[in-house]
């Protein structure tokens, strides 16, 4: 043993490391790869739409006039759904940070992650069976005492299947998502600057505002947009719950649809030109959201090189 | 000034001056659930107005009682307190919903008949016999169990060893070049992908490759990996991180190779960490139905072969039996199927939620002293 | 099976930063050299260079010439994966692998390079290791647990035992006590003592006491300032550092008037 050299050998066990990198490396650009490729086959796909006659598109007016209600739709829903995840999500993460007793709060984070778990389709389920029905009367008592508000335009839907509906069960399915993350970054709030509201005599709300808050705004915010990605992006529970139709400013009455929905409902049975069209469709859900998460992410990143954590 | 002493250690005097008793706020509960009696019934009485209306009253009592004794900042944060509470018990109100509305709709479709029975042979005229006679309903959801199986297994077939690897790559061997940060930053981009899109990207691409219309679990398998690989990058990659330097360079310093090291010493303290991920992965795809609608395809029997063919999952069983039922006049022997599978898949991602855990604890490495 | 060390005009950069400038220091083999300095001088990071552990840093390189028995270690052709098996470390923070029992950490250097080993070998192997490391009696009923649920003294012996089990001529040990008690500390400084019969021992320092217990020639680093490069400012037998050293800076450190 004492008397082998430090050269000569080694040469096959070189070949080893390089292969293993290589591996490596190749799953790495395949990830880019595949990202790449959906961008080209759903462009691919889409392409005959854009070349099509406007009058042989759905709705006989063109990709644009066709598009344009769906993407509306999409956005109201997601936006529906954010009005109630985000004050809510923020809450439940704030009492699991800093409200609940320290015992208790880890077992009610993976509660509240368990509404992370239960699939989308059974979202839709309960939202087609046990909300919408559920919703009717308010909805009339809506429509009755609030009816001059445009959004809440009678008749109201009898079945309760509503954009409002749809958007009440995509905000449950959103906040998880919104809760998980902001919770994280309430937790990592540096102790002392907690501490040093506290000791200046301030209410246990006045140090989160002070403290808390300002740490972690762009996280919440980067939170709310990747709530908002899954929002835009989520299909069974409108595609379940919504009684679709036209464009109409009552979110209590049935009509409206979402992008994902319309893919979904029609995609089965779709072949030729309407196929096209439908992947054209997914392909401007997939810019919308790419552009939400790019965002999102982006503000990520700005704040972890601002705060200096890694 | 001159008898603050005797101040202190006299209770109810300034430390204790304009505070209220701990007991406040159950007398203020107990205020607002009779107001809120009182006003539910007025307008006629149901448990949901009453609850509104307590909880409405409680929150507004508690805020106007401290601001009156305690002054307003500290209303200002009983108000906080009450609302980031009410937060948390609003947020559970789903969850309990959904999980009892499954268990209570569910249980009774659900016999060994139905885990082990597909549709097939199963039309309209079944089920109207069924409700004619009321008898037990027909059918069940086993093609969509193995289709649910199959699918997730090719899906994980494929997954694992590129976001595993990928992983690898991004923490032992990238040096935060170029590369390095544009698969980060996609892999990120890809978590947000809608799974619709994903589905429509299998369904474009083999529909290009092998003909329009290519419907067969794998297609589906490959729109889920989409979904899959970036969570599996980003857990294995959290839990790589996690592995001590010290424990590399103890390796290196024995002259052994990286790659070794890293099969052998990184990978292997975290496994824990890396199956658990795995894990939950697997439970989040295999509730997916968006993609599988365009993927897969839906029949009534069953198929093994995951390479031809149309598959059912349960997912996608679930979404037809409700929105196409078996019989359009009689609903209710497809509501049933429907909601006992939904009890099964919820099952499924609970059970692989829980093992995730369990392998966590179980393989982590023992450190204790 | 102990060699000598000849370093000839060494300079250890990171990136652009030169952070060792121009060593040269011979290490005979049988003995025990310490490197004593100040936080930051540069003599962990020079240690490292001995087995070319520095390379795991991304953007360190080295000019000049490290030659172990005559051989270069920085020649062409040189895998610093065998270097290392010759050059072996131990570390400021005992390190065995949580996932191995304490039989599989000693074996750890022989099983992760895939050699074949029969099981009566292996044995003796794990037995003539622990031995070496002062820890076989300690340990020798419980060689299936795991390595994690040992001391932190009796950690570094068996970082110690895994270190000597791919027979190294020279072991590195990058302040291997500063983790842990004064006992398990003297425990670790008999060892080193032992091990000199068999091996060139380089040991790394904040404790001049230490030094001057366990080490027969001593080697003092320093820097002239931040950002500026770690050099040697003396290399003597141990008593003539620390009773009559020949520079003023070596003077002052080892009399504690900085540092």
């Known amino acids: ?78 936006l529906i759904a954010l009005l ?85 069960v995509l905000s449950v399915m959103v906040l998880p998502i919104i809760t998980s993350l902001t919770r994280e970054i309430f937790l990592q709030t540096p102790k002392l600057h907690e501490e040093a509201a506290l000791a200046m005599g301030a209410t246990r709300w006045e140090m989160i505002r002070m403290a808390v808050f300002p740490f972690a705004r762009p996280g919440v915010i ?88 890694n | 000034m001159l008898d603050t002493t005797s101040a202190l250690s006299r209770p109810g005097s300034l430390l204790t001056k304009n505070r209220l008793p701990r007991y406040t706020p159950w007398i203020v509960l107990a205020a607002a659930l009779i107001l809120g009696a009182a006003l539910s019934a007025l307008i006629g009485f149901s448990v949901t107005s009453f609850a509104i209306f307590t909880a409405v009253l409680f929150v507004l009592g508690g805020t106007v009682v401290t601001w009156i004794v305690e002054g307003r900042r500290h209303a200002v944060d009983r108000l906080a307190t009450n609302l980031v ?131 067969t679990g794998f297609v589906a398998a490959v729109a889920l990996s989409v979904l899959m690989i970036p969570v599996v990058v980003r857990s294995t990659e959290e839990m790589l991180k996690i592995v001590p330097n010290e424990l590399r360079e103890a390796s290196y310093a024995l002259g052994v190779r990286k790659w070794r090291t890293i099969l052998k010493v990184v990978v292997p303290t975290a496994i824990s960490g890396i199956a658990s991920g795995v894990t939950l992965a697997i439970a989040r795809v295999i509730g997916e139905t968006a993609p599988l609608l ?36 009689n609903t209710d022997p497809s509501t049933q199927r429907a909601w006992a599978a939904a009890l099964i898949l919820i099952v499924m991602v609970m059970l692989l939620n829980l093992g995730a855990r369990l392998i966590a604890r179980i393989f982590a490495p023992r450190t204790s002293r | 099976m102990s060699k000598r060390i000849d370093v000839k005009d060494l300079n250890v950069y990171y990136g652009n930063f030169l952070a060792v400038q121009d060593v ?16 930051g001088c540069g003599k962990s990071t020079f240690l490292r260079t001995l087995n070319r552990m520095h390379e795991v840093l991304p953007g360190a390189r080295v000019e000049g010439e490290v030659l172990l028995d005559g051989e270069n270690l920085y020649g062409p052709g040189v895998d610093p994966v065998t270097v290392r098996s010759h050059v072996g470390m131990v570390f400021q923070r005992p390190n065995p692998f949580p996932t191995m029992s304490i039989r599989d950490n000693v074996l750890a250097g022989v099983k992760l390079n895939n050699k074949r080993i029969s099981k009566s070998d292996a044995d003796d192997l794990v037995e003539r290791s622990l031995t070496g490391a002062n820890l076989w009696k300690e ?62 021992v380089v040991i790394v320092t904040h404790n001049m006491q230490q030094a001057a217990r366990v080490s027969d020639k001593t080697a003092f680093f320093n820097i002239a300032g931040t950002g500026k490069p770690g050099r040697l400012i003396e290399y003597a037998d141990t008593p003539v550092i620390f009773s009559n050293p020949a520079e003023q800076a070596t003077e002052d450190y080892v009399s504690g008037r900085f540092g």
Not at chain 1, 103 to 114: E, F, K, T
Not at chain 1, 233 to 245: D, I, N, Q, R, W
Not at chain 1, 260 to 271: D, R, S, Y
Not at chain 2, 312 to 325: D, G, H, K, V
């Open chain 1, 1 to 78: 043993m004492s008397s082998k050299s430090i050269t000569g050998e080694g040469g096959a066990g070189r070949a080893g490391d390089k292969i293993f990198s290589g591996i490596t490396v190749t799953a790495g650009c395949l990830i880019l790869f595949v990202l790449f490729c959906v961008a080209v086959f759903l462009m691919w796909q889409a392409l005959p739409t854009f070349m099509a006659d406007p009058a042989d598109i759905s709705g006989g007016g063109g990709f644009g006039r066709y598009i344009l209600p769906l993407v509306i739709g999409t956005v109201i829903a997601a």
């Open chain 3, 139 to 200: 340990v020798r009923d419980r060689l299936d647990k795991p390595g994690s649920g040992l001391s932190g003294g009796q950690q570094q012996r068996l970082c110690i035992a895994r270190a000597i089990a791919v027979s190294p001529e020279v072991i590195l040990m990058d302040e291997p006590c500063s983790a842990l008690d004064p006992i398990s500390t003297l425990a670790i400084e008999d060892l080193i003592e032992e091990l000199k019969s068999d091996y060139t």
């Open chain 2, 85 to 215: 509470c009410g937060a948390f018990l609003l947020a559970l109100l789903p969850l309990v919903s959904v999980i009892f509305t499954v268990l209570v709709r569910g249980l009774p479709g659900l016999s060994p008949d139905f885990l082990l029975t597909s549709m097939g042979g199963m039309t309209g005229a079944v089920d109207n016999a069924t409700t004619d006679n009321g008898t037990a309903v027909l059918g069940g959801a086993y093609h969509g169990i193995v289709g649910t199986l199959l699918i997730t297994f090719w899906a994980t077939v494929i997954s694992v060893p590129v976001g595993l690897l990928a992983a690898v790559y991004l923490v032992e061997y990238s040096r935060g070049g170029t590369l390095s940060r544009a698969i980060t930053f996609f892999v990120d981009v890809m978590t947000g992908i809608p799974s619709i899109v994903a589905g429509l990207f299998a369904a474009a691409f083999f529909g290009l490759v092998f003909g329009p219309g290519t419907r």
């Open chain 1, 84 to 168: 109630i995840a985000t004050p809510v999500g923020i809450g439940v993460a704030l009492f699991i940070s800093h409200y609940a007793p320290r015992r208790l709060a880890q077992g009610l984070g993976y509660l509240v992650d368990l509404l992370a778990a239960i699939p989308s389709v059974v979202y839709g389920a309960w939202g087609m069976t046990v909300l919408a029905p559920a919703l009717v009367g308010p909805y009339n008592w809506l429509a009755e005492n609030a009816g001059w508000i445009p959004i809440f335009a009678g008749p109201a839907s009898q079945t309760g299947k509503t954009m409002l509906t749809a958007g009440i």
């Open chain 1, 222 to 309: 980067s939170a709310v947009m990747l709530g908002l990605g899954r929002a835009l992006g989520e299909t069974m529970a409108v595609a379940l719950v919504l009684s679709s139709g036209g464009l109409i400013a009552s979110l209590i009455r049935p009509g409206n649809q979402t992008i994902a929905a319309e893919i979904a409902l029609n995609f089965p049975e779709a072949f030729g030109l309407r196929l096209s069209e439908l992947i054209a469709a997914g392909l401007v859900l997939f810019l919308i959201t790419l552009a939400v998460n790019v965002v999102a992410r982006w503000i990520i990143s700005r704040h972890k090189e601002f705060s200096g954590a």
């Open chain 2, 294 to 329: 365009v993927t897969a395809g839906f029949v009534n029997t069953i198929n093994f072969n995951a390479f031809a063919g149309w598959m059912s999952t349960l997912p996608t069983f679930i979404y037809r039996q409700l929105m196409s039922p078996t019989s359009p006049t």
């Open chain 3, 24 to 39: 040269s220091i011979n290490i005979e083999p049988r003995s025990v050299t310490a490197f004593i300095g100040p936080s």
